[in-house]
């Protein structure tokens, strides 16, 4: 478990720390099975906020702050003055004010981060944090080398240097390995064995992920994997090929067949036969798929169980803050280790600081480990597959491979809200595959509907609301399910900075993106109604709740508002645009920059639009067809 002192010492003013277990105390009050918030769930929220980002801990006072001051414009007293049921009620008005609710649904998140993944409440609702000992030391891993323990030469020469060992990069090491070239992986982020995955999701978003903020119309918190597999390695195993209009959909703006169904499909056949994609037993996708098909079938729409990448899963774990088991193979697996047993090294906790260049051409990488050690790899090719927000950043800190001004546009990021429903029969969600089953009948209008089982300490992120109607919805936890709907969104955003540390990108959903939420959010309480549900709730400020077809009749004809939806997203894609025109695209088709020979980017920043699926396939089949370009180029 991830040591969170809750008695460290507080840089919250007095006024702030007043303020903050006000806060607190009214939006976790506590049920019979879960312990109310006190000053610990704020000591734990200030300490986790500076592990996670220690820029953000300042803020987060000022936030508390400014909170309890907003409560005098509307009741004449502060937010700590007030009566407990007079705090509810101001919390319930904030929850639709275009004012309030974005700042409260961050620090409200925040909070139920600190709290419900404390060991004590995961205990109290029935959870255990994991334990695995004695995990198997391959030999492979006498390859994987910390950069600052690397007491070889300052310099390494090779074939090819990649940068990045996610779907991206692993994928590129691999496939030049395989045909007999020297390879060196820089990885930013450590190697994880299974034992470090104990199910806590602070852990998981302060070791395993590289956090960024989207800001915009619609503030969207918006998560990377940083470590050996990158976000491989801590999703959810969905293992989805692109649709196949979207493909058909790049063949006509850039010019090509190269990326047709027939062209892609020996490096989808490929992946999917290294990554061993298999339907999962429908005994581990739990009653959720029962749910969806009563639902489903009721209106004759296409449903079905999700293709992943984990032979053997039996649902032991949750999935996005990483596989105990070792059942789900991402690149850390499936990939890296074949490798590094055909003599590729990787070097971890090596950040990469700037290309190095001879004569007009990309010839390695410099990179700085956390001690401030420099090692140079020089390489016939550089290959950066940093992902859709860190692989701009570089370019952009670099100053290369922008002659188009295209390097940090264009950014989708499949924006991602939720729909629960409480159901009479206890499903106990978290027992199950979290992401194993799907409804795909709005594919093409840009909805997905698929399974979201939470686990006990992250089931409270599903309800973007506070107080008694928190606790309320808590209380039937053993018979709820969800849906996430994953938008396959007509907007783009861009990445220019970082911020202490941590990337910040502007995005706003479009009209459009608005309405397919709302029509995912309407489908999914279609479903459920359908399948016996006895209230529905979206994930949406201000609740809109819905306990009858009543409910969702009025609710069909409600307008939503960008700032109410409670978003997320795992999937950013289209920073480092691909296309024929050095002046409108930052890569050709074969993923080599425009301007500088030599320099590759593979990785979701060069995929050519959203997919409206999870991306890890499309990126894979991508680089496995970029990686024989590279190798015929060495």
């Known amino acids: 478990m991830l040591d969170l002192p809750e008695h460290a010492e507080s840089h919250l003013t007095a006024q702030e720390l007043r303020a903050g277990i006000a806060l607190v105390e009214a939006m976790i009050p506590g049920s019979a099975t879960i312990p109310a918030a006190d000053e610990r769930t704020l000591r734990r929220a200030e300490n986790m906020v500076r592990f996670w980002a220690d820029g953000a801990a300042r803020p987060f006072g000022m936030v508390l702050r400014a909170l309890d001051l907003a409560a005098v414009l509307q009741t004449g007293r502060p937010f700590h003055a007030l009566t407990r049921e007079r705090q509810d009620s101001l919390l319930h008005n904030w929850e639709h004010s275009p004012i309030h609710s974005a700042p409260l649904n961050l620090l409200s998140t925040l909070l139920k981060f600190a709290h419900f993944d404390a060991e004590h409440t995961y205990e109290r609702q029935g959870g255990k944090f994991k334990v695995v000992k004695a995990v198997e030391r391959p030999r492979y891993m006498d390859q994987i080398i910390s950069a600052s323990e690397w007491e070889g030469d300052e310099t390494i020469e090779c074939d090819a240097v990649v940068i990045g060992t996610g779907a991206g990069g692993a994928v590129v090491g691999r496939e030049l390995a395989v045909r007999g070239h020297a390879v060196v992986f820089v990885e930013e982020g450590e190697h994880y064995k299974r034992d470090a995955y104990n199910g806590s999701m602070i852990r998981a978003h302060g070791i395993f992920y590289r956090n960024a903020l989207a800001i915009g119309n619609a503030p969207m918190p918006t998560f990377m994997g940083k470590m050996m597999g990158g976000s491989t390695a801590v999703n959810g195993g969905t293992s989805l090929r692109p649709p196949p209009w979207v493909l058909d959909q790049w063949c006509e703006t850039l010019r090509t067949d190269a990326f047709s169904q027939e062209n892609m499909r020996p490096f989808f056949e490929r992946v999917e036969g290294i990554l061993n994609v298999s339907t999962p037993e429908r005994k581990h996708i739990g009653p959720i798929a029962d749910i969806m098909d009563r639902g489903c079938d009721a209106f004759g729409w296409s449903r079905g169980p999700i293709p992943r990448n984990a032979v053997g899963c039996e649902g032991a774990g949750f999935c ?134 939470p686990d006990l300490n992250i089931g409270a992120i599903l309800f973007p609301f506070t107080g008694r109607r928190l606790m309320e919805a808590m209380s039937g936890m053993s018979n709820l399910t969800a849906f996430g709907v994953v938008l396959r969104d007509t907007g783009t955003g861009t990445v220019r900075f970082e911020l202490n540390g941590t990337p910040i990108v502007t995005y706003s959903l479009t009209p459009r993106d608005v309405e397919n939420m709302h029509l995912g959010i309407v489908r999914s309480a279609e479903i459920f109604f359908a399948a016996g549900a006895r209230r529905v709730l979206p994930s949406l400020m201000g609740g809109h709740f819905m306990n009858n077809l009543d409910d969702l009749e009025r609710f069909r004809t409600t307008k939503l508002r960008a700032g109410s939806i409670a978003l997320t997203s795992y999937h950013p894609l289209g920073t480092c645009k691909m296309g024929r025109d050095p002046k409108k695209s930052v890569v050709g088709l074969d993923h080599q920059a425009h301007d500088l020979p030599g320099f590759y980017v593979v990785d979701g920043s060069t995929v050519p639009s959203a997919l409206g699926v999870n991306p890890q396939i499309t990126i894979m089949a991508m680089a496995t067809r970029a990686a024989i370009g590279i190798a015929d180029a060495i």
């Open 320 to 453: 996005d803050f990483g596989c105990p088991t070792g059942a789900k193979r991402g690149t850390d697996i499936a990939y890296v280790p074949d490798a590094l047993e055909r003599g590729a090294l990787a070097l971890t906790g090596l950040r990469a600081e700037r290309v190095l260049k001879e004569n007009g051409r990309a010839v390695g990488v410099e990179g700085v480990a956390s001690n401030g050690k420099r090692i140079r790899i020089r390489a016939k090719v550089t290959v950066l597959a940093g992902g859709a927000v860190p692989t701009p950043l570089f370019l952009l800190k670099n100053s290369l491979c922008n002659s188009s001004g295209e390097v940090g546009r264009n950014l989708t990021l499949h924006p991602s809200g939720a729909v629960s429903a409480m159901f009479d029969e206890e499903l106990h969600p978290h027992r199950y595959i979290p992401q194993a089953y799907l409804c795909d009948e709005f594919l093409k209008q840009g909805v997905l509907l698929s399974g979201a089982q």
